[in-house]
């Protein structure tokens, strides 16, 4: 979907003026709870036998899932930086987590282009668009897109607590939290608890007019620590031939679920559930590296590999939607769906006017929650850098069930059939090579086209010392 190219100050100019007309029908509210490396196989609906979802199950039973639901971005500023602008991360010239793009491998094979630090106040988000439209919006939680000058309070939100340019929390119990995380709380209290009682009472003081609760958690992302009670009872369950068997995960995803909860119940008890669109979905896939006390966290399984990495374990996410009197209860959508896409949705579902919108690189899939099909196109990812979690510089498409990936170290390409091996186990570059030739020019011209940077050769590369400022990277595996 796109629209006129308007600046900011020129969206701001040609916004609806004075919001909602008087006799015009109240738009819904929005919710969109975003969680932080919270992989695709992390929930009860979608096959995990250890972790306990019952209320993200529940959104699943009542409202819309995406079996092809992506993130913008194997790691979390791209991400979210996609999300409130409906732009590709790779336009936005915001392609590592903040302060993550640093040439700390100074001897690598190539050299990791610069990324922006902050989210530019030039940029139209989405809480902007419907602030002019009359909506009341907030953003409670992790926000990650810049400090000082750059926060959810410069970027359209009426309300903001706790977001900042922290990537995490550097604990989850009060007071220890306030290191890295400004939020008040009470001696004790559980971060995620925190966050959902303030959105709780967003929904409850705004009931009256038109919201958008923008909900990022700082769970499940490292440091991993959960409830006592609750991972004594994980550690009890835990069994290790199940790949998914860490207690202190699981007791973080169990109170992420019971925030969950939490919203859906105000929602219903403050009157607005029918009239309030959710949006359920996460920053990244699950960390499977051993980047968190020498273990992986979880595993995304039969998904390959996961954060960091554009193979689908690190891509490939939970994606679900309910707006009663729209989605179907218990459907399904298996059409790929990305977190660009979600700022062209929520504005259709807010009933702005496409003229009146910036030009975006997603596309609405309100049709999809009407039940109807959406055109076929192709999707994109740009991570020119090396991950802590592993990953090495590359871009990739998807088009239909074919998925190439470029690797910019060597010019690499492999290419995978999702439909018939969603593990990304058979490289097939080498048996249909007129496919992955036309899919690499496609993913060229898309690089060309959105100016995205590309990583530069390094006149210094030494194998021998390559990885010594950071972490050893070893060779990428599918376990």
């Given at each position: 979907?796109?629209?006129?190219?308007?600046?900011?100050?020129?969206?701001?100019?040609?916004?609806?003026?004075?919001?909602?007309?008087?006799?015009?029908?109240?738009?819904?509210?929005?919710?969109?709870?975003?969680?932080?490396?919270?992989?695709?196989?992390?929930?009860?609906?979608?096959?995990?036998?250890?972790?306990?979802?019952?209320?993200?199950?529940?959104?699943?039973?009542?409202?819309?899932?995406?079996?092809?639901?992506?993130?913008?971005?194997?790691?979390?500023?791209?991400?979210?930086?996609?999300?409130?602008?409906?732009?590709?991360?790779?336009?936005?010239?915001?392609?590592?987590?903040?302060?993550?793009?640093?040439?700390?491998?100074?001897?690598?094979?190539?050299?990791?282009?610069?990324?922006?630090?902050?989210?530019?106040?030039?940029?139209?988000?989405?809480?902007?668009?419907?602030?002019?439209?009359?909506?009341?919006?907030?953003?409670?939680?992790?926000?990650?897109?810049?400090?000082?000058?750059?926060?959810?309070?410069?970027?359209?939100?009426?309300?903001?607590?706790?977001?900042?340019?922290?990537?995490?929390?550097?604990?989850?119990?009060?007071?220890?939290?306030?290191?890295?995380?400004?939020?008040?709380?009470?001696?004790?209290?559980y971060l995620t608890d925190r966050l959902?009682?303030?959105?709780?009472?967003?929904?409850?003081?705004?009931?009256?007019?038109?919201?958008?609760?923008?909900?990022?958690?700082?769970?499940?992302?490292?440091?991993?620590?959960?409830?006592?009670?609750?991972?004594?009872?994980?550690?009890?369950?835990?069994?290790?031939?199940?790949?998914?068997?860490?207690?202190?995960?699981?007791?973080?995803?169990?109170?992420?679920?019971?925030?969950?909860?939490?919203?859906?119940?105000?929602?219903?008890?403050?009157?607005?559930?029918?009239?309030?669109?959710?949006?359920?979905?996460?920053?990244?896939?699950?960390?499977?590296?051993?980047?968190?006390?020498?273990?992986?966290?979880?595993?995304?399984l039969p998904l390959r590999l996961g954060?960091?990495?554009?193979?689908?374990?690190?891509?490939?996410?939970?994606?679900?939607?309910?707006?009663?009197?729209?989605?179907?209860?218990?459907?399904?959508?298996?059409?790929?769906?990305?977190?660009?896409?979600?700022?062209?949705?929520?504005?259709?579902?807010?009933?702005?006017?496409?003229?009146?919108?910036?030009?975006?690189?997603?596309?609405?899939?309100?049709?999809?929650?009407?039940?109807?099909?959406?055109?076929?196109?192709?999707?994109?990812?740009?991570?020119?850098?090396?991950?802590?979690?592993?990953?090495?510089?590359?871009?990739?498409?998807?088009?239909?069930?074919?998925?190439?990936?470029?690797?910019?170290?060597?010019?690499?390409?492999?290419?995978?059939?999702?439909?018939?091996?969603?593990?990304?186990?058979?490289?097939?570059?080498?048996?249909?090579?007129?496919?992955?030739?036309?899919?690499?020019?496609r993913l060229e011209a898309w690089l060309?086209?959105?100016?995205?940077?590309?990583?530069?050769?390094?006149?210094?590369?030494?194998?021998?010392?390559?990885?010594?400022?950071?972490?050893?990277?070893?060779?990428?595996?599918?376990?």
């Open positions: 979907m796109s629209g006129t190219s308007l600046t900011r100050r020129g969206f701001l100019a040609a916004a609806c003026v004075g919001g909602l007309a008087a006799a015009e029908t109240r738009p819904p509210n929005i919710v969109l709870i975003l969680i932080d490396d919270y992989g695709w196989r992390d929930t009860g609906y979608n096959g995990s036998k250890f972790y306990e979802t019952p209320n993200i199950d529940r959104l699943a039973r009542e409202g819309m899932v995406f079996t092809n639901g992506y993130s913008a971005s194997a790691v979390c500023s791209p991400t979210r930086a996609a999300i409130i602008t409906g732009k590709y991360p790779a336009r936005l010239h915001l392609t590592a987590h903040l302060q993550g793009a640093s040439n700390r491998y100074h001897f690598t094979k190539v050299l990791q282009p610069s990324t922006r630090l902050a989210l530019p106040l030039e940029e139209v988000t989405i809480a902007e668009v419907l602030r002019e439209r009359g909506y009341r919006t907030a953003c409670i939680g992790k926000w990650h897109l810049g400090a000082k000058g750059f926060q959810p309070s410069d970027q359209g939100f009426d309300v903001a607590y706790a977001g900042d340019e922290a990537g995490s929390t550097n604990d989850f119990f009060y007071p220890a939290w306030l290191k890295k995380v400004t939020l008040e709380g009470k001696n004790g209290e959902t009682e303030s959105a709780a009472e967003f929904i409850r003081g705004n009931k009256s007019r038109p919201f958008f609760l923008y909900l990022p958690h700082f769970a499940v992302h490292t440091p991993i620590q959960g409830k006592p009670e609750k991972v004594k009872k994980y550690d009890a369950k835990s069994r290790t031939e199940d790949p998914q068997n860490y207690g202190e995960y699981a007791a973080m995803i169990e109170s992420v679920d019971e925030s969950v909860g939490r919203i859906l119940d105000t929602l219903r008890d403050s009157g607005v559930e029918k009239n309030t669109l959710v949006l359920f979905s996460s920053d990244n896939g699950g960390v499977t590296s051993l980047e968190w006390r020498e273990r992986p966290v979880t595993s995304n954060k960091g990495h554009v193979y689908e374990g690190g891509i490939r996410v939970p994606t679900l939607v309910r707006w009663p009197g729209v989605t179907r209860a218990g459907s399904v959508c298996h059409e790929p769906v990305v977190s660009y896409d979600y700022a062209a949705t929520i504005a259709e579902a807010a009933g702005v006017q496409k003229s009146k919108l910036p030009a975006m690189d997603g596309r609405s899939f309100l049709p999809q929650l009407h039940g109807r099909k959406g055109a076929r196109r192709d999707l994109f990812w740009h991570y020119p850098h090396y991950s802590p979690q592993k990953g090495r510089p590359a871009a990739a498409i998807r088009n239909g069930d074919d998925k190439l990936i470029l690797f910019f170290e060597d010019s690499r390409v492999e290419l995978y059939n999702l439909k018939d091996d969603i593990g990304e186990t058979a490289d097939l570059a080498s048996k249909e090579p007129a496919k992955a030739l036309a899919l690499r020019r060309v086209a959105t100016r995205a940077q590309i990583p530069a050769k390094n006149p210094k590369y030494d194998p021998a010392r390559e990885f010594e400022a950071g972490a050893p990277m070893g060779p990428l595996t599918a376990k």
